[in-house]
C-alpha cells in the first residue's frame, strides 16, 4: 500500500503537458511585448501620477524633449535655443528635432509619451536580442529567451545610478537600439547591391534614435558581431556594416561639428582629467579603487549572465570561439576602467576639444556582451545529464541542467522585476512622478500669471526634488538647468552668482568647478536624499547667505521658484497655492500612504514662488563701462558691484572690444524696443539721445553675428559672459542672426 503511494506520488516531469511549441515559435512579440508592459507599467499606468526617475531623466532629459517638442510644433525651434541657462547651442545637446521619441511628446500626453518610449526601449532590446540569437547566431530559443529578458530589463545600477532599466538620458534607443541594428544588417545579402540601400537606411534610423555621445562607442560592436557571427558569403559581408557606419556618419556630421565648434567654448574645454585638476599617487591610488569597484558593481550587476558564461566555457573547453570572444571583450572594457585615468593623463594636453571626451564609456558595451555570452554559454550546458539510482533513491533518472539554471536566472530576473516595481512605487508616493514635477499647480499658475509679460527668466532654487529643468515644460525660460555643453564664460559667471555658497561649502565648490553641467542654484541641502517632511517648519532661507541676487537680476531672471521659504527684502512671495498637509500624508504607514496616494490624495510638495525687484530688462542700454585687462579682475569686480552699478555700467575686457569709440558715451536717455523675437533671429528698435552699449542678457557666442540699419554691426562680450553692441545715438533698428557653421541657412522668420 506505501509502496503505491510512493508510485503514485513520483510524477514523470515528461508527461507534463508543456506550451504548443508552434505557438511558442509564433508568439515570441507577444510574450517580449508582455515582459514590456510590466516593466514600464509604473512610467505610464497611473496616469499623472506615474514613476518619473529623477536623476539625469528627471533633472533634464526627459523635460528637455518635452520641451523640445513643444518648439517643434510652435514652429519656434532654431540652432539658438534661448531657454535653458541664458542660451545654448541647440545642437550641442545632441538631440535632433525630429527624433521619434521628440514626436511622441508632441502627439501625447507627457506622461503617456514617457511610458510609451520605456516600452518600445524594452522591447527593442528584449526582443531583437532574442531575434538575433536565435537567428544569425542559430541559438536554441531557451538560452536567448533569458539573454532577452535579461537584456530587456537593464538593471545595471552601477552604470544608471538606478536599477530601473534604460532611460533617456542616454539617448531613445541607443542601447536599446544596438540588438535591432546587429539583427537587421545580420539578414542582408552581402551580394544584393539593395542590401546597402537597407544598410544605410538602417544607419539613418541610428543616426536619429541614438544619442551620438553613446553611439560613438557602440559601433565597434557592429564590426566586432559581424566578426564573431560572420554571414555565409565570406569576406565581402563587412561592407554591410561599413554602409551602415558611413551613413550614420554623413546623418551626424552637425551633431558632431556642433560639438567641435561649442565644445572649445564651453564648460567643458577646461575639465580637469579623469584624477582631478591636480594628483599624486594617493589620488592616483584612489582612483583605481574607485574604478575597480565600478567594474566590480557591473560585474554585480550582470553576475548570473557571466556565470553562464563561465560555466558554458568551462563545458565547451573554451573552444566556442564566439563564447570566447564576447566574454574577453566584456572583461577589456572592465578592465579599461582603472587604466583609463593614468592613459588619459598621459595624452591630456594633446586632446584639444576632446579633452572633454569620457573614453572610458566602453563600459556601455559590457551587458549587452554578456547578455550574449549568457546565450551561447548555456547552450554548451548539457540539456540533460543521468542521476545514478544509488543517489535518486528509484529507478536511474535524468534532470536537466540546463534547464534548471536557466530556469533560475529567469526566476531571477523576474524577481529583480518585482523588487523595481514596488521601488518604483515607493519614491513615487515620495514626489517622483510626473504629476509633482510638471504639473504642480504652483507653476501653472505663475504660467498664468506671467502670459504676456516681456522677456524675463525664472530661477529655481535646487533640492533634491525639484530640478530646474521642470519649468521646461511650461515654456519658462531659465538662467540655470542640466545641459550638455554651455559657455565657459556663463560657468564663471555663474560662480559669481552662488560664489556666498560655494566659499563655505567645498563640496558644492567642487562639484560646480570641476564637473559644472548642474548650473543651479544649489540649496545647502542639496545632496541629501529625498526630505520627507514639510520645509515649511523651518526658518526661511536668507538669500544672501547663499546667492547674488543682482546678478540674478542682471542675467534677467524675474521670478525665483523654492522648495523652501526665501527671506530677502528684494523678494515679494505671490500668492501661495495651497496643497494640503503633506506631513500628515508621510506619517502614514507605508500601505496606507500607497492607497491614497493611487486614489489621488497626495498633497504635492509646497513651492513657494517670489518676484525679484530688482529685475532687469534683457535688452539693457549701458551708459559708462568698466575696463579691464584680464577676465579674473573683471569677474571679481561683478561679483563685488552694487546694484545701480551693475544697472548701468557694462564691464568690458580692453582685448574683447579693441577700438571701439567708448569715449564718446555720456549720460542720456536711450530706450530700446524689442520688435521682433524668434529662434536665430532678435529685431531692436533704439532712441537714444547718446552713444551707448548695448547689453543682451544672452551667452555670448562668436556665431551671434548683428547689423545696424543693414549695416554689419560687431558683436562682442559684455558683463563677461552676455552679448555686447556699440549703438551710436538716433533712432536705429538691430537685427542680431545667429549664423553657426553647420546651419545650412539662416532663419528669418
Known sequence: MQASARIQAEVDLRKIPLPDSRWLSSNWA???ALWS??????????????FVFLHDTGDSAL???IALSSAVINRIWGYWDFQKVVGIDSLSMQVWPFQPDVMVFALLPGWLAYGLIKFVQRFMAGYFTFRLLTGPAGLPPAPSLYAGLVYGAYVQAGMNVNISGFSLDNGFLTEAGLPFVLWALSRLDAYAFRSYIYAALVGLFFACTAWFPNAVYLLPMVFFWFIVVPPKEGRRFMLIPLSFTLAWSIASLPLAKALIENVPLSHRADWPGPMGPSWDNHVLHEYMLRKVAFSWQIILDNAWALGLA?????VSRRRDRRLLALVLAAMLCLVFQPIYGPVHEFFHQHLVFLKAVNFNRVYLLVPFLLSLAAAFGASHIPFKVSIPRALSGTRCRELSIRSLLIGLAVIWVLGQSCVIQVRNMYHATLGANF????????????SLHTK???PFRVATVAEALRPPACLWTLGFETPDGYVNVYSKRYQEFWEKVISPLILSNQDIFRFFHNWGSKVYLFSPSYFNPFPRFDRAQFAPLRL?????LSLLSLANVQFLVSPVRLADENLSELPRVETGNLIAFQQQGVLSRLIDYVAGKKPFAPLYIYENRLFMPRFLPMTKVELFDQSSDLLDALGKAEYEQLRTTAFLKKSDVGTLPLDQLSSGNAEVKLLDYSAD???????AASDFILVISHNYSPYWKASIDGRPATVFPADHTFQGLYVTKGRHEITLRYQPPYAPFSHDR
Open 30 to 32: 507577444i510574450i517580449f
Open 681 to 687: 533671429r532678435i529685431v531692436l528698435g533704439a532712441d
Open 63 to 65: 523635460p528637455y524633449r
Open 310 to 314: 563561465v560555466v558554458g566555457l568551462f
Open 544 to 548: 544672501r547667505d547663499h546667492y547674488n
Open 37 to 50: 508592459l510590466w516593466l514600464s507599467i509604473t512610467y505610464f499606468g497611473l496616469g499623472p501620477l506615474s
Open 452 to 454: 504676456h509679460l516681456p
Open 435 to 446: 504629476k509633482e514635477f510638471y504639473l504642480h499647480p504652483a507653476v501653472e499658475q505663475l
